[in-house]
């Protein structure tokens, strides 16, 4: 086996050309998404007036394992993509572990993360649908940054309705948007119904991804020519990820590597779905097995503390009902909870993976994170995302286990995004007066006991 380089590329030619479906699979579907009138099961055509038509198939396409990309979606890919998968030699070295580490980079875009891949794929077909433009909710702005990209380059109006807290903290991102096009609305705003709701009902809030959630899919359905778009959680996006995994199973594969442990930080599980899809596919074909590792912050931890139930999407509980696993959609992680990954609940994909034990799942403190995130900027270079650093921390916790039993296991995590906008929170750390707040079980009960009752 030739020596494995720093940093293994793909060519171009490499870059994936469909789109990796891993629910035709899965022995056990997702659960399908429910009216939250009716509490029936919905078709692709009862989403039309919400997302788009191809995506609304997509959604509920649990039958075909490839999905053709078109060809104006590879070509944009080719603008950052393949991305590379890194040999982290100077963190194993600082680790003194006989453990391989790997991480696949996906922050070398300007949105600096991988939520680039769905945004371009969900533009597109916005485009070729003939709409005007699309709605959105934006946290901490990396969703809202990559869909500006992405509509900018379809020519797309673009809507971001933006955390009013985020709005504030992160008029940086708020710039970025704007820049490439976009208008971008504090939420609560008083522009919806649902806005203004909220804000007759919690006078002076700071907002909540739920309640720009709300916002964006009324904005959608009350103008001509919109539809609402989502960074995570949805199967669509999940699919789109499948890049991710694709080309770091590829890289992989050219060197001979066969991996043990993959790891993935998980807040709405896109970027962990995409990256594990071709894996999990392996092991549901009988072909290979894989430890999988689901990281999520202990102050927001919806796998490992959540119930796995039908629960709203959204504060204002507009959106569909899905099956996942949940904290309940009125949770809310404290508000000195600087590390991202912060919705209430899980993908169903993910979800189901996690229920039939095909991965597994662990949750960290922010503390811990971010001293992890320390640790790999200083040797590896890379600024990482708060949010990649969960990844990190545990891959770190594998590759000390290592160094204990001796065993030079192959781990390969996901480096999801760059942290060059998240340094209030980085100041916090450095300043020691970054805290960890984990939510008690009371906290988690009252917020999962309005989980919608069903039959
Ligand atoms: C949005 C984001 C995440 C979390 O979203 P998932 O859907 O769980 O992947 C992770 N890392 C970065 C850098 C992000 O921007």
């Avoid at 171009?12 to 009216?35: F, G, H």
């Avoid at 998968?85 to 003194?96: D, F, I, S, T, W």
């Avoid at 649908?129 to 959105?136: H, I, S």
């Avoid at 890049?243 to 066969?258: N, S």
């Amino acid at each position: 086996m030739s020596e494995i380089p720093y940093k293994i590329y793909l060519s171009e030619k490499e870059i994936p050309t469909a789109w990796y479906n891993v629910r035709a699979d899965m022995k056990n579907k997702p659960a399908p998404l429910l009216n939250p009138g009716t509490g029936e099961a919905l078709k692709a055509e009862d989403l039309y007036p919400i997302f788009c038509e191809e995506l609304s198939k997509q959604e509920m396409n649990v039958t075909d394992p490839w999905i053709d990309i078109p060809g104006e979606i590879v070509d944009f890919y080719k603008m950052y993509r393949p991305s590379p998968l890194v040999r982290a030699y100077c963190l194993e070295k600082e680790l003194g572990t006989p453990a391989h580490i790997y991480y696949k980079f996906e922050g070398n875009n300007t949105s600096g993360s991988h939520k680039l891949n769905s945004a371009i794929a969900q533009a597109y077909y916005a485009k070729k649908q003939g709409l005007k433009g699309v709605t959105t909710e934006t946290g901490a702005g990396q969703w809202g940054t990559a869909l500006s990209m992405a509509t900018a380059y379809f020519g797309l109006d673009c809507q971001v309705y933006m955390v009013k807290v985020s709005y504030e903290q992160k008029p940086f991102r708020r710039e970025v948007m704007r820049t490439y096009g976009a208008t971008v609305t504090p939420s609560p705003s008083m522009t919806t119904n649902v806005g203004r709701k909220i804000n007759e009902e919690f006078p002076g809030t700071d907002g909540s991804l739920g309640c720009a959630i709300s916002e964006a899919v009324e904005a959608a359905t009350s103008q001509e020519g919109y539809r609402y778009v989502l960074g995570s959680v949805l199967s669509q996006v999940l699919l789109h990820q499948s890049v991710i995994g694709l080309e770091a199973k590829a890289a992989l594969d050219k060197y001979g590597i066969k991996a043990d442990t993959i790891i993935g930080c998980a807040g709405g599980g896109s970027n962990l779905g995409g990256l594990i899809s071709p894996f999990v596919g392996e092991m549901l074909r009988g072909e290979a097995n894989y430890d999988i590792i689901a990281v999520e912050p202990a102050s927001c931890p919806s796998l490992t503390r959540g119930s796995y139930v039908y629960d709203f999407c959204d504060t204002g509980r507009v959106c569909p009902l899905a099956k996942m696993y949940t904290l309940g959609s009125s949770f809310m992680p404290a508000p000195n909870h600087a590390g991202g990954l912060r919705y209430h609940g899980m993908s169903s994909i993910v979800s189901q993976l996690y229920d039939d034990k095909l991965i597994r799942a662990t949750s960290v403190k922010q503390t811990d994170v971010f001293a992890a995130a320390e640790k790999f900027a200083r040797v590896e270079g890379i600024l990482p995302a708060p949010e990649s650093s969960h990844a990190i921390k545990v891959a770190i916790d594998e590759a000390l286990k290592c160094k204990e039993t001796g065993e030079a296991k192959n781990i390969v995590f996901g480096l999801t995004g760059t942290g060059y906008f998240d340094l209030v929170a980085y100041q916090k750390y450095n300043d020691g007066v970054m805290d960890d707040y984990i939510p008690t079980d009371d906290d988690i009960a009252k917020s999962l006991a309005q989980c919608p009752k069903l039959g």
